[in-house]
């Protein structure tokens, strides 16, 4: 069991695991915890994530100051990763892929986990997996993937990344809750992996058009029958137009 936080350890089954039972343990918003390496990542949707020395693996907790804004805190914590890269100067085409990954030129750099653990007071754990070094083979090579290191030809050390990505992303939740979510939605699309008129599949390869977002965050696609479908959690695929 670890019995320190807001450190980097050498080895751990699931940062996510180990943040879950920090919060057990009375540890509040802003406990961190990084591993150089993890023996079972966990990505969204029960999926591994792959971990490799060298890549950040992180997780840490949040506190949702509103509830009504729980649904765009993928959107919120994808933005403020995105955000704390463009502070470095590290690429302007990493984009946001709907509804929490990071993505450049169709390569996943970069996958985000939330999980509510706490209802009654609004207690997130944030799992966040970085390819800085290395990019990890996914689904069998079946997802290309890429890194920061392959994007920028620079080696960049995962823990001063740590602390930026966890103070922006509690700046960012006191943004919300002040200003409500148009300017995260502005923000979503400006950096969006998925524009508006974007062709796409989803639900079992069901094709459609990107049409933007609605008031929780889903992804508005129009069938083809011309109907308005909202997708909260699928996986959605951008195709190429003919």
Same mark, same amino acid.
């Given at each position: ?20 039972? @920090? ?11 990084? @591993? ?26 949040? &506190? ?26 590290l690429s302007?085409? %990493?984009k946001i ?18 999980d509510l ?15 800085? %070094? ?20 620079? &080696? ?30 502005? @923000? ?26 609605? &008031? ?27």
């Amino acid at each position: 069991m670890i019995e320190k936080f807001n450190q980097i350890i050498p080895l751990c089954e699931s940062t996510q695991t180990e943040i879950k039972n @920090a919060y057990l343990r009375g540890f509040g918003s802003g406990t961190w915890i990084a @591993a150089r390496q993890q023996k079972i990542g966990q990505g969204r949707q029960g999926r591994v994530w792959e971990s490799v020395e060298g890549n950040l693996h992180l997780s840490f907790l949040l &506190k949702i100051e509103d509830f009504k804004n729980l649904t765009w805190t993928s959107l919120l914590v994808a933005y403020g990763v995105l955000s704390v890269l463009q502070e470095l100067k590290l690429s302007d085409e %990493i984009k946001i892929k709907w509804p929490n990954d990071l993505y450049f030129c169709d390569k996943k750099l970069c996958g985000i986990l939330i999980d509510l653990i706490d209802q009654k007071k609004g207690i997130l754990a944030i799992g966040v997996g970085l390819n800085c %070094i290395e990019s990890p083979e996914l689904n069998e090579g079946l997802k290309k993937t890429t890194s920061l290191f392959e994007i920028t030809g620079e &080696k960049i050390n995962f823990e001063e990344l740590i602390l930026p990505i966890v103070e922006k992303n509690h700046v960012l939740m006191n943004k919300i809750k002040a200003e409500e979510t148009q300017w995260l939605e502005n @923000a979503y699309f400006k950096h969006s992996y998925f524009q508006n008129g974007d062709h796409v599949l989803y639900a079992e390869n069901q094709l459609g058009i990107v049409c933007g977002l609605g &008031k929780d965050a889903e992804l508005l696609i129009e069938d083809q029958t011309k109907t308005m479908i909202k997708i909260f959690s699928d996986e959605v695929i951008r195709v190429k137009k003919a």
